[in-house]
Every structure is written in structure tokens, then in C-alpha cells.
């Protein structure tokens, strides 16, 4: 008999669980996973139902297929139904010491028959040996876990002949309680394994050792208050033994000496796929193969959690140990002869789910999306949930995963979205800063402009006649001092007032073609520099033309080196910078000064603002300097460090503008 082409979905992710930890992708032999929008879904068509995905999913995403209702309602129909136990269960049940009060639950529930998987075992073992003896020159692989049946004839299909042709204990089994009570019996598989709910037609439904504890629970049923039974005959010999790791070959003896056997015992995601491997690549002639996707039936996904695997072992021992006393035995042996001539062999069929392998200029492409250029880049750390870089990269072509699943590749896009992040962050701040200073310079300006238009006129009244009196006075009139006191005072409101309408920036930009190094170089001799005091001009850009307003931007880098001198009393260094960003023209003044305090730094443009002293200053140079970088549809930025401790102290004046005016609204 053939095993069905069509296969259950057997295992589900609920996706309001699902962390994206990618464990599942890295725990699925058969890679059947497939990472959709940052989501893991099982690809039905390729899992093999091993549970694996289940065992390491801590957020309990994996599910697998409950048919416990299902059993429940064949139970209280009209049927006839037959248990068929796995031999592993003394490993799930450890709080029922007797299994003949484990028998009596199972009865109470309402089975009418309960079977012992474990006597197909004892069957199926000895065809094994029989194989293996024969001699005949050929490897052959066990047939007997559904997972690595499966995982074969789904990626591995020219070795599908090399799988034994012996069916697995369960449906030995389920042909033998067919054999005693007919065919419309109904027959329950009750183990630890998922996949054995796909496994044979045969076998009606299939329910894990969880399935069973929950209809436990839920039946208020106790072992010590129900009626102990003993298994259905025919009993388990050795067979029992089974479900823990070389249970075949303990069953029968079987030699697996590494010197003189010629069977090779391999379990686990990681072994049984290297055994496999090296078995198609033919290196491993004349050997047979025990596979269990599990480390033992005992670590099947449909146990309950917790125990460990060596002490389930022991719990297994125990139990066999009650089956070798020499009456049991003698009944075995009637038994076996009974049934030694029942059908045992089993086919199987290839089903070919491998998909095309992508050529490699795409998977190099993909590769190269991720910064992975050359085999040095191939950093192989697994955390994507595939042994190599290049795996993740072909499952990406073929539609199972995402370029975001590898960490190095994310860890570095998240750097580079951080360092962009704060670059944003802190254009942003500075964008802040300076609508805060411009609302409220703007409101200052508004006023600065009506007191200068209020103020030019008498100012020029009294400029005029002070001037005429000084014209009319003798040199020697004892008056003359004081008239020319009115006039240079006057004068001296003159300049104030101009200083208020370019704050105000009432002044025309008159543009011309000027020279940025010649620009920076004047504004520099123009003022009067100690000998402790070392200058320099760094032209950076090529293009030293601009189509600027020379005299303004000479009152502004003048006050601006002013400043800086100021601000270094113990002498230093000033540099004036030009540089172009973006078709702008940076100006920089920078000064090894004491810096600015962080509290005056609101403040800089603010009229009539200064920390200098009395007589020394008006306070007009910065809000100046303001108006007519606006005036040439500018902005300033400004850094400065007042404390040592946190690197060099100085400040710098960033002095930002269009290179051409005219090509500006």
C-alpha cells in the first residue's frame, strides 16, 4: 500500500503571537517557513510535520492540528473505536505509576479497545532485521518516522527506493486490531508525533499525548477512582523501547558496532539532514540508515513540556522491564507467531516539492543589497534563520524571505537611519531656533524701524545747525568744544540709527561681482589685530566670484572679527573660511576665544544687547550683522564651547548666502 498524496495542514502560526524571532526558519529542516511582511507562515505544501517550529517558539505561535473534538464526538457515536497507544506514553504520564490505571482512563474516556503500538514495533523490528541480514548489497534508510518519510520523498526524491519497505509500527498496528475486529472498527492513533496525523489512511484520526491530558482534564476522570485495564492483546514485548534513541536496533539486537555494523543511528534536525546528505552523495555504500527527526519519540512536539530527555528514558526502561518476565514473554512469543505473517510492507511514493534553484546573478544581486559584495562579507552568523548568507539570499529570490532578516545588514541600516536621524534632528533644532529668533527680531524690527524714522529727522536738524555753528564759531571761541561735542554725539546717534534700519533691514542689497578670497582678506585688515593674535584665510572653493553686496558683507565679517578678537584677550587664532555647500556661500569665523554662554546664545541679535562694558560697545554689531545676512537672503548658525573639559573652547560664526542674488526671489 501507497501513502496518500494529500497532506493536511498540520501546523499554523498565529500571527497576533508571532515576534519575528526567525527560531522557526532556523529549526524547519525543510525550510517550509516563509517570512511574509515580517510574519512567519508554514508552506503547507513543503512542511513535513516534525514540530520542530512548535518546540522552539517561545511565544507559542505554532500550533499544530487539534482533532480532539473530532475523537471526542467518534466516542459518543455508535462506532467501535480502537486506541492505539504509542510506546512512549509511561515518558508523557509519569503521574500514572500503574499503566493499567493510564488503560482504565483511556477506557473511561470511551474507547472500547486500547492497543499497544509498541507489539508493531516488536513486528516491524524484526523485518528490519531480516532486511539487514539478507545481504543483498543495498543501503537502506528506516522507514518508520513520518517526518524523514516525508522530508525524502519531498527533497529527496531519487532515494525514495532507498527507503525500507516496511510499514511503521503505528500501522503494523492499525492492521493487526483490523485483523481482530474487522474493518469498520475505528481506529485512534494516541503519541507524541504531529505527523502521525497524516501518516496512513488507515488510521482514522490521530491525537498527541497533549490532546490526550487535556481530554483528561476535561473529564473529570481520576486514576485513582477509576477501574485499572490492561492493554488488549497482543501485549508489547521489547518493542516498547521503541520511541527512545537506537530503540530498533535494541529491539532486535540489530549490531551497530562502529568496526563490524553496518547501521548508522542519526536523530535530530541537524543529523539526520548531514546522514542523508552523505548517504545520496554515496558515501556512505552498503550502510543502513536509523533516522528520527526527534532526538527519540520521546522529544516528539506532542508531548507536553517539561521532563527531560534522559530521565523520560528511565520511565521507559521501567516500563519495559515489566514486560520480561518469562510468563509475559511466553504469551508474547504465541502472539508474535500469531501474527508474524500479517502484511508489513509498505511503498512509497516521490513527491517532488524542490523549487528551481535561482541562477547566480540573482542571488548576487540580492547579496549585493545587502552589502555583501565578497566572501568576506559573508559573515554566516545564522541569526536570519539560515546556516549561510548565501541560503538567505537564494530563499529571498524565491519568495521565503526578506533582505531585513539579516541583522548585520539591519544593524547597519539602523546606524545610518540613527546618524540621519540626528543629522534631521538637529537641522531641525536649529530650524527651530532660528523661527524663534526671527519672530522675535521681527517684532524687534518692526519697532527699531519706527524709532529710526522717527529719529532721523531731528537728528539731521540737529547735525545741520551744529554744523553751522561750528562753521560761524571762531577756532579759539570757548564755545567750539562743546558745539563740536553736539556734533560727534550726533553723529555717533547717526550711526546707531543706521544700525537700527539695517536690524530692521530697510537698506537696499546693491549686488556685484566680487571676490570672495579679496572679500574675506579686507575684512581681516580692515581691523586692528594684537600681535598675540594669529590670523588666516582658507578659500575653499574654486569659484572665488559671486554676485554679492561687498560693503554690506564687509560690515558684517568686520563685526564678526571684531568679536572674535575681543573674546581673546590672551591672544589666539582667527581664521575666516570660505567654502560653497549647495550653491551657498559659507563664510566662517572662527576664533580659539572663551566662547559664548550658553544662556547669552538667545540673545546674540537682540538691539542694544552686550557683555561688554560700559562705553564699549553698543550692542548694534550682531543685530547689524542679522539684518544684512536677511537682506541677502541668508541665515547665521553658530557654535560655541565655553568649557575646556568638553574640548577646545572657541566660537564660530557661520555666515550662510546665495552665491548669485539676482537668481533669488
Not at 217 to 226: A, F, H, L, R
Not at 415 to 421: E, G, V
Not at 510 to 535: G, H, M, W
Amino acid at each position: 500500500m501507497a501513502l496518500s498524496k494529500e497532506h493536511k495542514q498540520l501546523v499554523y502560526t498565529i500571527k497576533e503571537l508571532c515576534r519575528v524571532c526567525y527560531t522557526c526558519v532556523r529549526e524547519c529542516p525543510a525550510k517550509a517557513i516563509k517570512i511574509m511582511n515580517g510574519q512567519a507562515e508554514v508552506i503547507t505544501d513543503r512542511c513535513i510535520g516534525c514540530g520542530n517550529c512548535i518546540k522552539v517558539c517561545s511565544q507559542d505561535a505554532k500550533v499544530f492540528l487539534i482533532t480532539r473534538s473530532e475523537v471526542k464526538a467518534l466516542l459518543q457515536s455508535a462506532e467501535k473505536v480502537a486506541a492505539i497507544v504509542a510506546p512512549s506514553f509511561p515518558a508523557e504520564f509519569i503521574e500514572i505509576t500503574d499503566h493499567k490505571r493510564f488503560v482504565g482512563m483511556m477506557r473511561a474516556l470511551g474507547f472500547d479497545y486500547v492497543f499497544e503500538v509498541a507489539f508493531g514495533a516488536d513486528l516491524v523490528a524484526n523485518e528490519y532485521k531480516k532486511l539487514l541480514e539478507s545481504k543483498d548489497g543495498k543501503g537502506y534508510i528506516s522507514s518508520d518516522c513520518p517526518s524523514i518519510v516525508n522530508y525524502i520523498r519531498f527533497y529527496h526524491p531519487d532515494l525514495v527506493k532507498q527507503l525500507a519497505p516496511i510499514a511503521s509500527p503505528m500501522v503494523a498496528m492499525s492492521r493487526i486490531v483490523r485483523k481482530i475486529h474487522g474493518d469498520n472498527v475505528k481506529i485512534v492513533f494516541v503519541g507524541p508525533c504531529i505527523a502521525k496525523k497524516d501518516e496512513s489512511p488507515e488510521v482514522d484520526f490521530g491525537l498527541t499525548f497533549r490532546e490526550l491530558r487535556a481530554m483528561f482534564d476535561n473529564s473529570g476522570y481520576s486514576p485513582n477512582t477509576i477501574d485499572p485495564s490492561d492493554f488488549d492483546p497482543p501485549q508489547a514485548g521489547k518493542g516498547a523501547v521503541f520511541p527512545i534513541s537506537r530503540g530498533l536496533i535494541q529491539t532486535v539486537n540489530i549490531n551497530d558496532d562502529l568496526l563490524e555494523g553496518n547501521v548508522i543511528v542519526a536523530e535530530g534536525r541537524i543529523g539526520f539532514q548531514e546522514a542523508i546528505k552523505e548517504f545520496e552523495e554515496g558515501n556512505l555504500k552498503n550502510q543502513n540508515l536509523e533516522l528520527l527527526c526527534c532526538k527519540g519519540c520521546i522529544s516528539g512536539p506532542g508531548m507536553s513540556s517539561g521532563g527531560r530527555r534522559f530521565e523520560k528514558q528511565t520511565y521507559i526502561s521501567s516500563y519495559v522491564q515489566t514486560k520480561m518476565s518469562k510468563q509475559k514473554m511466553v504469551e508474547w512469543q504465541i502472539n508474535f507467531d500469531k501474527f508474524k505473517d500479517i502484511d508489513l510492507t509498505q511503498q512509497f511514493e516521490s513527491l517532488d516539492r524542490r523549487k528551481q534553484k535561482p541562477s547566480e546573478d540573482e542571488v548576487a544581486r540580492v547579496l549585493a543589497s545587502m552589502g555583501k559584495i565578497t566572501n568576506r562579507d559573508h559573515l554566516n552568523c545564522g541569526a536570519c534563520g539560515y546556516d549561510t548568507c548565501h541560503e538567505h539570499a537564494v530563499a529571498i529570490v524565491e519568495g521565503l524571505a526578506e533582505v531585513e532578516m539579516c541583522l548585520p545588514y539591519t544593524i547597519e541600516e539602523l546606524h545610518y537611519s540613527i546618524k540621519d536621524l540626528a543629522i534631521s534632528n538637529e537641522q531641525l533644532a536649529k530650524v527651530q531656533q532660528a523661527l524663534k529668533q526671527s519672530e522675535k527680531l521681527a517684532h524687534m524690527g518692526q519697532l527699531s524701524a519706527g524709532i529710526a524714522h522717527e529719529l532721523n529727522n531731528p537728528l539731521g536738524v540737529v547735525l545741520m545747525y551744529s554744523n553751522i555753528l561750528l562753521d560761524e564759531c571762531a577756532p579759539d571761541d570757548p564755545v567750539r568744544q562743546d558745539i563740536e561735542l553736539i556734533a560727534s554725539q550726533a553723529e555717533r546717534c547717526k550711526k546707531i540709527v543706521s544700525g537700527l534700519l539695517n536690524f530692521a533691514r530697510k537698506n537696499q542689497v546693491r549686488a556685484e561681482e566680487i571676490d570672495l578670497q579679496k572679500l574675506a582678506e579686507d575684512s581681516i585688515s580692515s581691523v586692528v589685530v594684537p600681535k598675540n593674535i594669529s590670523t588666516s584665510v582658507v578659500c575653499k572653493t574654486k569659484n572665488r566670484k559671486a554676485n554679492l553686496d561687498y560693503e554690506q558683507l564687509m560690515q558684517v565679517l568686520t563685526n564678526l572679527n571684531k568679536n572674535a578678537i575681543e573674546a581673546m584677550p590672551n591672544g589666539g587664532t582667527l581664521c575666516v573660511e570660505v567654502d560653497e555647500v549647495n550653491a551657498e556661500i559659507v563664510f566662517s569665523v572662527i576664533d580659539s576665544g572663551v566662547g559664548i554662554p550658553e544662556e547669552n546664545m538667545d540673545k546674540l541679535y537682540t538691539p542694544f544687547f552686550t557683555t561688554k562694558g560700559i562705553g564699549k560697545g553698543t550692542g548694534l554689531g550682531l543685530a547689524t550683522t542679522y539684518g544684512v545676512v536677511k537682506m541677502h537672503k541668508g541665515r547665521i548658525e553658530v557654535e560655541s564651547n565655553t568649557d575646556s573639559s568638553k574640548g577646545p573652547t572657541g566660537t564660530t560664526f557661520k555666515i550662510i548666502i546665495p552665491r548669485d542674488l539676482s537668481t533669488v526671489e
